[in-house]
Protein backbone atom coordinates (compact mmCIF):
# COMPACT_ATOMS: atom_id res chain seq x y z
CA UNK A 1 0.00 0.00 0.00
CA UNK A 2 0.99 3.58 -0.91
CA UNK A 3 0.27 6.80 0.11
CA UNK A 4 -0.39 9.23 -2.60
CA UNK A 5 -0.41 13.41 -2.29
CA UNK A 6 -2.69 15.49 -4.17
CA UNK A 7 -1.31 18.98 -4.07
CA UNK A 8 -3.50 20.04 -0.93
CA UNK A 9 -1.11 17.63 1.16
CA UNK A 10 2.05 19.32 0.01
CA UNK A 11 0.46 23.05 0.87
CA UNK A 12 -0.74 21.79 4.21
CA UNK A 13 2.68 20.84 4.95
CA UNK A 14 4.13 24.29 3.63
CA UNK A 15 1.69 26.27 5.42
CA UNK A 16 2.55 24.12 9.03
CA UNK A 17 -0.43 21.69 9.58
CA UNK A 18 0.72 19.68 12.45
CA UNK A 19 -1.55 17.05 11.38
CA UNK A 20 -0.31 16.84 8.23
CA UNK A 21 3.19 16.80 9.07
CA UNK A 22 2.37 14.24 11.68
CA UNK A 23 0.90 11.84 9.70
CA UNK A 24 3.68 11.92 6.88
CA UNK A 25 6.26 11.20 9.59
CA UNK A 26 4.07 8.28 10.93
CA UNK A 27 3.47 7.00 7.17
CA UNK A 28 7.38 7.54 6.82
CA UNK A 29 8.24 5.56 10.22
CA UNK A 30 5.69 2.99 9.28
CA UNK A 31 7.37 2.08 5.61
CA UNK A 32 4.79 3.10 3.72
CA UNK A 33 5.71 4.29 0.38
CA UNK A 34 5.23 7.61 -0.71
CA UNK A 35 4.02 8.73 -3.70
CA UNK A 36 2.56 11.72 -6.14
CA UNK A 37 3.01 13.12 -10.23
CA UNK A 38 4.88 15.77 -11.66
CA UNK A 39 1.66 17.66 -12.55
CA UNK A 40 1.21 17.78 -8.29
CA UNK A 41 4.57 18.97 -8.38
CA UNK A 42 4.00 21.70 -10.57
CA UNK A 43 0.98 22.66 -8.70
CA UNK A 44 2.53 23.42 -5.65
CA UNK A 45 6.24 24.61 -6.38
CA UNK A 46 6.80 28.15 -7.26
CA UNK A 47 10.30 28.95 -7.66
CA UNK A 48 13.77 27.90 -5.32
CA UNK A 49 13.71 26.57 -1.98
CA UNK A 50 14.03 29.72 -0.58
CA UNK A 51 10.54 30.22 1.48
CA UNK A 52 9.37 26.85 0.17
CA UNK A 53 12.31 24.69 2.59
CA UNK A 54 9.35 22.67 3.94
CA UNK A 55 8.11 21.86 0.65
CA UNK A 56 11.33 20.92 -0.38
CA UNK A 57 12.22 18.64 2.45
CA UNK A 58 8.59 17.20 2.10
CA UNK A 59 9.35 16.55 -1.75
CA UNK A 60 12.64 14.75 -1.20
CA UNK A 61 10.91 12.33 0.87
CA UNK A 62 8.52 11.35 -1.98
CA UNK A 63 8.54 9.51 -5.33
CA UNK A 64 7.65 11.43 -7.79
CA UNK A 65 5.98 9.37 -10.64
CA UNK A 66 6.53 11.36 -14.32
CA UNK A 67 2.92 12.55 -15.63
CA UNK A 68 4.08 10.75 -18.44
CA UNK A 69 2.28 9.69 -21.98
CA UNK A 70 1.23 5.80 -20.57
CA UNK A 71 0.11 7.73 -17.31
CA UNK A 72 -1.58 10.45 -19.82
CA UNK A 73 -3.82 7.66 -21.53
CA UNK A 74 -4.80 5.65 -18.19
CA UNK A 75 -6.19 9.25 -16.75
CA UNK A 76 -7.88 10.06 -20.13
CA UNK A 77 -9.51 6.72 -20.15
CA UNK A 78 -10.74 8.02 -16.47
CA UNK A 79 -11.51 11.17 -17.97
CA UNK A 80 -13.94 9.48 -20.48
CA UNK A 81 -15.49 7.08 -18.20
CA UNK A 82 -16.82 9.86 -15.75
CA UNK A 83 -16.85 12.73 -18.30
CA UNK A 84 -14.62 15.13 -16.27
CA UNK A 85 -11.54 17.06 -17.42
CA UNK A 86 -9.48 17.26 -14.41
CA UNK A 87 -5.75 15.26 -16.00
CA UNK A 88 -4.25 16.00 -12.47
CA UNK A 89 -6.47 14.40 -10.13
CA UNK A 90 -7.45 11.77 -12.52
CA UNK A 91 -3.42 11.10 -12.97
CA UNK A 92 -3.34 10.48 -9.21
CA UNK A 93 -6.27 7.70 -9.47
CA UNK A 94 -4.58 5.98 -12.75
CA UNK A 95 -0.95 5.66 -10.70
CA UNK A 96 -2.70 3.82 -7.75
CA UNK A 97 -3.31 0.52 -7.72
CA UNK A 98 -5.70 -1.56 -5.09
CA UNK A 99 -5.07 -0.93 -1.72
CA UNK A 100 -3.23 2.94 -1.82
CA UNK A 101 -4.86 5.41 -0.17
CA UNK A 102 -4.97 8.90 -1.95
CA UNK A 103 -4.80 12.05 0.71
CA UNK A 104 -6.73 15.00 -0.59
CA UNK A 105 -7.49 18.33 0.03
CA UNK A 106 -10.94 17.34 -2.85
CA UNK A 107 -12.08 14.36 -2.28
CA UNK A 108 -15.43 14.14 -4.29
CA UNK A 109 -13.88 14.42 -8.13
CA UNK A 110 -11.69 11.64 -6.72
CA UNK A 111 -14.21 9.57 -5.46
CA UNK A 112 -16.14 9.93 -9.15
CA UNK A 113 -12.74 8.65 -10.79
CA UNK A 114 -11.95 6.47 -8.13
CA UNK A 115 -15.46 4.50 -9.05
CA UNK A 116 -14.64 4.61 -12.50
CA UNK A 117 -11.27 2.69 -11.85
CA UNK A 118 -12.98 0.19 -10.62
CA UNK A 119 -10.26 -0.20 -8.10
CA UNK A 120 -10.23 -0.38 -4.06
CA UNK A 121 -8.75 2.61 -3.90
CA UNK A 122 -9.36 4.61 -0.04
CA UNK A 123 -9.80 8.53 -0.33
CA UNK A 124 -8.66 10.12 2.83
CA UNK A 125 -9.71 14.19 3.15
CA UNK A 126 -7.47 16.36 4.90
Known sequence: MSAIFDAGVFIAIENGDQVMRRRLEDARRSGIPLKTHGGVVAQVWRGGTRGRARLARVLQSVETVPLDEELGRRAGILLARCG????IDAALVAMAIHGDEIIT????????L?????????ITAI
Do not use: C, E, G, K
Not at 84 to 87: E, L, Q
Not at 114 to 122: D, E, G, K, L, T
Open 84 to 87: MSDA
Open 105 to 112: SDPHDLIT
Open 114 to 122: VAASQRRIN
